[in-house]
């Protein structure tokens, strides 16, 4: 089966800039999520769907950071304007989940977005 | 605030020794706990998990100890191979509330470096 697929693999701008990131995640998969990898750290959930809708965005910096999911497929992530910590990783990740004590659908990566902002 | 923690930054093992990869959490509401390896340039990938009702789960080289009472985790990979140097993360997950399944709170990750 084809992975979770991301792009682009790597992102340079200037801070005020905006920025997109693409995710297509694996077919049939109901639930998408965004996570922010710091140099160092462990990734950080961003933003959660089922389906188009959003199940949770609680941790997602609203007054910068949006994302979509159209039609329940692909979904893009944007920031604008970028900030100097806004430089990471922004892994995608899907999984067949749909409820609670789904625990044999773990999440699948792709292979992330690095995003640099000088 | 730090709800899972991985203390030890890297570890280097020598081929077909032990690896021991440790990790504690203090959120006592987790129910769920998993670890997924990282190689470079590519993103985390599944390993192992257990249940908050086992205390121990393998799968061929790879087991992970639960003890709950101490919030600690472990995974141990017998006998090591050089293709398992990565970087392996602890993650936790609980049922908050009915709406935040499947939401993981990582650890900061240990680095293997297994030698031939």
């Known amino acids: 089966e084809a992975g979770v697929a991301q792009s682009p693999r790597y992102k340079i701008i200037e801070k005020r800039q905006s920025v997109a990131f693409w995710c297509n995640p694996i077919?049939?998969?109901?639930?998408l999520y965004w996570y922010q990898q710091i140099l160092g750290q462990g990734p950080k959930l961003l933003i959660q769907f089922q389906n188009n809708g959003v199940v949770d965005d609680s941790q997602l910096p609203k007054d910068r950071f949006s994302a979509e999911r159209l039609k329940g497929v692909d979904s893009t992530l944007k920031i604008q304007p970028a900030k100097l910590e806004d430089s990471a990783v922004y892994l995608c990740?899907?999984?067949?989940?749909?409820?609670?004590?789904?625990?044999?659908?773990?999440?699948?990566f792709g292979n992330g977005t690095r995003l640099t902002v000088t | 605030d730090q709800q899972v923690k991985q203390n030890s930054p890297s570890l280097s093992v020598q081929e077909g020794r032990i690896s021991i990869l440790n990790c504690d959490y203090t959120n006592s509401m987790f129910d769920y706990f998993l670890w997924y390896k990282k190689y470079p340039a590519e993103g985390p990938t599944f390993l192992i998990s257990i249940s908050s009702i086992k205390d121990k789960n393998e799968d061929g080289r790879f087991t992970v100890f639960l003890n709950k009472s101490a919030k600690h985790l472990s995974l141990h990979i017998v006998p090591s191979q050089p293709g398992d140097s990565a970087v392996y993360f602890c993650a936790a997950e609980w049922e908050a509330g009915g709406t935040s399944y499947g939401k993981l709170t990582f650890g900061q990750g240990t680095i293997l470096t297994v030698h031939p």
């Open positions: 077919s049939g998969h109901a639930t």
């Open positions: 990740a899907s999984s067949l989940r749909q409820g609670k004590y789904s625990y044999n659908s773990p999440l699948h």
